[in-house]
């Protein structure tokens, strides 16, 4: 399986153009909402910037008219919870700042193609799952004496070996491995690793890519010619990034589980500057590119995001290819969901250890900012709306006003300039989710119920990092775990307790206790002024009254899910299987969930279990 000089040349000449007019029209669609996004969150930034500014000399007026004590407080600390409040929205504003660029989609046809090593990385997750993957793996359109599918196996279950032996003596291109022992801290960097130096002992030598599938992510059969032609056709590009969808996603998405905002708008942002983040599973890298920032970066267990920071540093593109060709599985429970989001923050913050990597000293003031900045960013987002929550019941119980102003003229104003800030973050977000088709949140907020969990995080992570006590193990998050049914008293018990949800039952009834407090100040100061002039000021003044309602609705959330848990989304019911060879691919109904189009992985399952022993058949 060596890798033959020119292969690559060879390869590339065998690049075609997919032949897709629905892909096609798709695209032109999509890309003229994408084109857009730049200004209109230019325009949203632009006009909060003014408001706040305008508040802030509003506010120094009313000082200078004798604004003083607790309503002078109260004042300041609106503001600051407004700007703490639209830090997030724009700091992805930032980010979508570039102009979108979409991948052409390519197919590699021909048998002249470079070698691949796949890597399936596993840890004690179920193993019907890992095998469904290794199978879907095993019947990629490849030829097959051009890849390899290697489990590598962190729980070193006997079970596992025992199964993936069996179906490597039917397919001969399919191989076992383990580290021997349960690591402690970067599972799956430390597992990628030695994965990359056990087929460097096989037959023939490493391959000329890599690709790595998580345990859960099903692999069409075009997933390697769809991804390598990126790479074929430029030189300097390391890696191709496909999406990732999920087929188990429950009706409506209640815990907004997607991940679209990232798929739909930011990486194909990034990528117009060819520095996309590498999204952690479906992806095909070059091995020597791979070989020369020494490996899978284990530094961090946000392995992915550090390896695209290296590859960029090293001068390489890395590109993200916006076609569907893998599909994996959400966690099943509120639980498992939450604990997936407390290790995607701890991956987040761990990427400041970039600055302590000896890596790093390649890299330039510039590049090692950009690998600081999402840590950074992410913790100051998850402190300023943590401080929100704990603060807006405070300033709600104090009964003053929450918006400052020396004159009526000022406070029209102010309420002028918020309506077109409004508007044109209300516009932004409106392009976003027309981009994501309608999958995103319309107002930009969503998942603050989590974010309690996160700041314990962040300050967790943070204490270690800084201590130097390394990054703890995380455990999998129990994707395909279906939980018994319970009484509603049970589920309340777990959710509050074990999960932490009495959090939120303290959040609301602060924020309803703040409100009342509001209320009847207005109540009070109403002998003078309109009492719905007082109540506006006071509890519902526009730019705080969307964000404390926001913060209602979303605590509700888990609240809501355990008192009424939507069906489950069984996995076995979302996949059409073959019964002779086994081969499982999500049906129609999980398709049409993750808004997969049918030109492009149309196949029947028995077409597919042809395919799946045709080509395997003289190994």
């Not at 455990?475 to 018990?493: E, K, N, Q, V, Y």
Request: charge should be neutral.
């Amino acid at each position: 399986m060596g890798s033959e000089k020119s292969v690559f040349e060879l390869a590339a000449a065998n690049v075609q153009p997919l032949d897709d007019p629905h892909e096609k029209k798709r695209q032109e669609e999509q890309m003229l909402f994408m084109d857009r996004i730049p200004k209109a969150a230019l325009a949203s930034i632009l006009s909060s910037w003014v408001y706040f500014a305008y508040s802030f000399k509003c506010i120094l007026d009313a000082q200078a008219g004798g604004l003083s004590g607790t309503p002078l407080k109260v004042a300041w600390l609106s503001l600051a919870m407004q700007l703490g409040h639209a830090r997030t929205p724009h700091l992805l504003a930032f980010t979508a700042m570039g102009k979108a660029k979409q991948q052409p989609l390519l197919r590699l046809v021909g048998d002249i193609c470079p070698s691949v090593d796949i890597f399936v990385t596993y840890c004690g997750e179920e193993l019907d799952v890992l095998m469904d993957t290794v199978r879907a793996a095993v019947a990629v359109d490849y030829p097959p004496d051009r890849y390899r599918v290697i489990v590598l196996d962190d729980s070193v279950s006997t079970h596992v070996k025992s199964e993936i032996e069996k179906l490597g003596s039917e397919f001969q291109n399919v191989y076992y491995t383990t580290r021997g022992s349960k690591p402690k801290t970067h599972t799956k960097a430390g597992n990628l690793n030695h994965g990359l130096r056990y087929v460097s002992t096989l037959p023939g030598g490493a391959s000329d890519l890599v690709a790595v599938l998580d345990v859960d992510m099903i692999p069409s059969q075009h997933w390697l010619r769809a991804l390598v032609p990126h790479i074929l056709q430029d030189p300097k590009v390391a890696m191709a990034n496909p999406p990732q969808r999920q087929y188990n996603i429950p009706d409506g998405d209640p815990l907004g589980q997607s991940m679209d905002v990232l798929f739909e708008v930011m990486e194909p942002s990034k990528n117009a500057t060819n520095s996309a983040w590498c999204c952690g599973t479906g992806f095909v890298v070059r091995r020597d590119a791979l070989d020369g920032i020494g490996g899978v970066p284990e530094e961090s267990i946000n392995e992915d995001v550090l390896t695209s920071f290296y590859l960029t540093a090293g001068g390489w593109k890395i590109v993200y290819v916006h076609e569907d060709v893998q599909w994996g599985l959400v966690p099943a429970t509120i639980t498992a969901h939450l604990k997936q989001h407390k290790r995607m923050c701890a991956g987040i913050i761990s990427t400041a250890a970039v600055a302590r990597s000896p890596r790093a000293q390649r890299m330039t003031p510039e590049e090692k900012y950009g690998a600081l900045f999402p840590a950074f960013a992410f913790s100051m987002s998850v402190t300023l709306i943590f401080c929100n929550l704990v603060l807006m019941p405070i300033a709600l119980m104090s009964g003053a006003s929450l918006v400052a102003y020396a004159t009526e003229s000022q406070l029209r104003t102010i309420m002028l300039l918020f309506l077109v800030k409004f508007f044109a973050i209300l516009s932004y977000n409106l392009l976003a989710t027309m981009t994501a088709n309608y999958h995103i949140d319309l107002l930009g907020v969503s998942n603050v119920w989590i974010i309690p969990f996160q700041f314990v995080t962040v300050i967790r992570f943070a204490l270690s990092i800084l201590t130097g006590g390394g990054v703890p193990l995380f455990t999998p998050s129990g994707m395909a775990d279906i939980r018994a049914a319970r009484t509603l008293a049970g589920r309340l018990r777990t959710a509050l307790w074990d999960d932490g949800f009495i959090v939120h039952v303290v959040i609301i009834a602060s924020l309803f206790a703040g409100i009342a407090a509001s209320t009847r100040a207005a109540f009070q100061a109403a002998s003078n002024n309109d009492f719905w002039s007082e109540l506006l000021i006071r509890a519902a003044w526009p730019p705080v009254f969307l964000i404390w309602s926001a913060y209602l609705i979303d605590c509700w959330k888990p609240l809501s899910y355990t008192i009424s848990p939507p069906a489950p989304m069984m996995r076995k019911a979302l996949l059409a299987r073959d019964s002779s060879s086994q081969l499982a691919y999500p049906n129609q109904r999980a398709k049409d969930q993750v808004r997969v189009r049918p030109s492009q992985d149309d196949i029947s399952s028995s077409h597919r279990s042809h395919r799946f022993r045709r080509s395997h058949q003289a190994r």
